[in-house]
C-alpha cells in the first residue's frame, strides 16, 4: 500500500499494518491534524520505506521522543514515529489504497473535542453541504 502527501512530492509504501487502525482523539493529533481526531496505524519500521520526497520531510517532537513529520511544502502530517520504538505510525488521510479494514476502536476520548461525538450519527452528503433552503436539510435524503 501506498500513501502520500498533499502535493504528492512525498510519498511512501507499507507491507501490512502492525496492530488495527485507531482514531486518536488526544490534543496533540487534534492540534496536528487541525481536526476533530486523527485516524492512525502502526507499521513494524521493516514494513515501512519512504519512496520519495525523504528530503522535504520536518518533524515537529510534541513529546520527548515522538516526532510528527510532515512534508515542509503542503503540511501534510504523514508519519509520526517514537524515535526508541520499532514501529512507526501512519497518518491513514495520507494512505492512497484501500487497507482492506476498517477502524476499529477510538482511542484518547480523555482529550477529545467537546463539539464532536462519536457517537452521534450525522446526515451524509456525497459531496459539499446542500445549499441552505430554508427547508429542514434533515432526513429524506440523507443516510443513515
Ligand atoms: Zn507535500
Ligand atoms: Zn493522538
Do not use: N
Not at 518533524?59 to 515542509?72: A, D, L, T
Amino acid at each position: 500500500m501506498q500513501g502520500s502527501c498533499l502535493c504528492g512530492q512525498v510519498a511512501y509504501e507499507i507491507d501490512a499494518f502492525a496492530a488495527p487502525i485507531v482514531h486518536c482523539h488526544c490534543l496533540k493529533c487534534r492540534k496536528a491534524h487541525g481536526s476533530a481526531f486523527s485516524t492512525t496505524a502502526p507499521v513494524m519500521r521493516e514494513q515501512f520505506r519512504w519512496l520519495r520526497g525523504e528530503h522535504l520531510l520536518k518533524h515537529f517532537e510534541s513529546s520527548p521522543g515522538k516526532r510528527r513529520h510532515f512534508c515542509s511544502h503542503c503540511g501534510s502530517h504523514v508519519m509520526a514515529e517514537w524515535v526508541d520504538k520499532p514501529g512507526v505510525i501512519i497518518r491513514m488521510g495520507c494512505l492512497d489504497d484501500d487497507p482492506g479494514e476498517k477502524p476499529r476502536l477510538h482511542i484518547w476520548r480523555s482529550e477529545g473535542a467537546v463539539w464532536y461525538d462519536p457517537a452521534v450519527q450525522l446526515p451524509e452528503w456525497p459531496e459539499g453541504r446542500p445549499r441552505s433552503s430554508g427547508k429542514s436539510t434533515s432526513g429524506k435524503s440523507g443516510k443513515q
